[in-house]
């Protein structure tokens, strides 16, 4: 298998596993799951920032946000500096529902990574951010030109 093949794939298991595990306690898309990964540890952020966060366009994270609001597991306000743009967060209730996920994608990665030796994935994790910088810039338009 080659290896954006692979990436692919296993993105897509982990959509999967995570919807179907999140589904047992609360049914969350894997979008939503995406922006409440975003706003985690933050106090507040636009749509603009969590949709450059998860690579997603901001219409889509807007939508998003009305089902996450809908749920009251995020709270939007209007910027007083900026008053065309909103100001998420996440609701109190969103606490336990991260704690959720946090304990699904342990369980994911703990499983994911089995068999493989510890210098190996720390090799693939570094590996995999320059990839990671390498493909943002491509989507950026700021690629290194000396090919």
Same mark, same amino acid.
């Given at each position: 298998?080659?290896?954006?093949?692979?990436? $692919?794939?296993? #993105?897509?298991? *982990?959509?999967?596993?995570?919807? &179907? /595990?999140?589904? @047992?306690?609360?049914?969350?898309?894997?979008?939503?799951?995406?922006?409440?990964?975003?706003?985690?540890?933050?106090?507040?952020?636009?749509?603009?920032?969590?949709?450059?966060?998860?690579?997603?366009?901001? $219409?889509?994270? #807007?939508?998003? *946000?009305?089902?996450?609001?809908? &749920? /009251?597991?995020? @709270?939007?306000?209007?910027?007083?500096?900026?008053?065309?743009?909103?100001?998420?967060?996440?609701?109190?209730?969103?606490?336990?529902?991260?704690?959720?996920?946090?304990?699904?994608?342990?369980?994911?990665?703990?499983?994911?990574?089995?068999?493989?030796?510890?210098?190996?994935?720390?090799?693939?994790?570094?590996?995999?951010?320059?990839?990671?910088?390498?493909?943002?810039?491509?989507?950026?338009?700021?690629?290194?030109?000396?090919?």
């Amino acid at each position: 298998m080659d290896l954006m093949s692979g990436i $692919s794939l296993i #993105a897509r298991h *982990l959509r999967i596993y995570s919807e &179907r /595990s999140m589904s @047992t306690t609360i049914d969350l898309s894997f979008p939503e799951m995406q922006v409440l990964m975003a706003l985690s540890g933050k106090k507040e952020a636009n749509q603009e920032q969590i949709a450059q966060i998860i690579g997603i366009d901001k $219409s889509s994270v #807007a939508k998003t *946000l009305s089902k996450l609001e809908g &749920r /009251s597991l995020v @709270t939007r306000r209007q910027n007083p500096v900026n008053k065309r743009e909103n100001l998420v967060s996440l609701a109190p209730a969103a606490t336990c529902v991260l704690k959720g996920m946090g304990d699904v994608y342990s369980a994911w990665e703990g499983d994911v990574f089995a068999g493989v030796e510890p210098a190996d994935r720390k090799t693939f994790e570094a590996v995999l951010e320059t990839l990671t910088a390498n493909s943002s810039a491509l989507v950026d338009g700021n690629a290194r030109k000396e090919r």
